[in-house]
T-cell receptor, first 111, second 114 residues
């Protein structure tokens, strides 16, 4: 059974800090790993990492994939209050396409 | 360019009633997914369509749940004889690319069963 474990489950930091969110996974047939941001609505797509694209960066957010150790990290530098959200990590199922999500990391940025 | 839309956004129903939700994917996205999300959890996969064909169903999808995508465009998810445990956010997502590619989510339908 596919499995995604995220840590920490919650994190409170001050504005301007840098945070690192962790995601470990087990999947039968790895194809990709996806990161989403969820505020009080639907998840918003951030990054997709694959065997051919193990590092992604967009502004203050960046992510890397370690296929050997089966984990990914999401970094956010110079955090802002607008970064407060739940960050979800997901992998497509080994046999098909439904995503298996972790429980998410609830990030709170204090002013 | 419109994203994924879902209707209704909120639904309150009494236990035992049937409910139906609708999802309109991003235009020309041939893949459509349904997920369920409860408080403090990540979304859980329910079922997946490629065009009008339902290709995958999770063990979570009991006999009381049925989903259709008759013309390969919008989809409906019906829950019969609702139970309090069905209370959750029901999310729809769509995708246009190959297996394992990014999925774009709608705003969800929040179901409350009283």
């Amino acid at each position: 059974e596919d499995k995604v474990v995220q840590s920490p489950l919650s994190l409170v930091v001050h504005e301007g800090d840098t945070v690192t969110l962790n995601c470990s996974y087990e999947v039968t047939n790895f194809r990709s790993l996806l990161w989403y941001k969820q505020e009080k609505k639907a998840p918003t797509f951030l990054f997709m990492l694959t065997s051919s694209g193990i590092e992604k960066k967009s502004g203050r957010l960046s992510s890397i994939l370690d296929k050997k150790e089966l984990f990914s990290i999401l970094n956010i530098t110079a955090t802002q209050t607008g970064d407060s959200a739940v960050y979800l990590c997901a992998v497509p199922g080994g046999g098909a396409d439904g995503l298996t999500f972790g429980k998410g990391t609830h990030l709170i940025i204090q002013p | 360019d419109t994203g994924v839309s879902q209707d209704p956004r909120h639904k309150i129903t009494k236990r035992g009633q049937n409910v139906t939700f609708r999802c309109d994917p991003i235009s020309e996205h041939n893949r459509l997914y349904w997920y369920r999300q409860t408080l403090g959890q990540g979304p859980e996969f329910l079922t997946y369509f490629q065009n009008e064909a339902q290709l995958e169903k999770s063990r979570l999808l009991s006999d009381r749940f049925s989903a259709e995508r008759p013309k390969g465009s919008f989809s409906t998810l019906e829950i019969q004889r609702t139970e309090q445990g069905d209370s959750a956010m029901y999310l729809c997502a769509s995708s246009s690319r190959g297996l394992g590619s990014e999925q774009y989510f709608g705003p969800g339908t929040r179901l409350t069963v009283t």
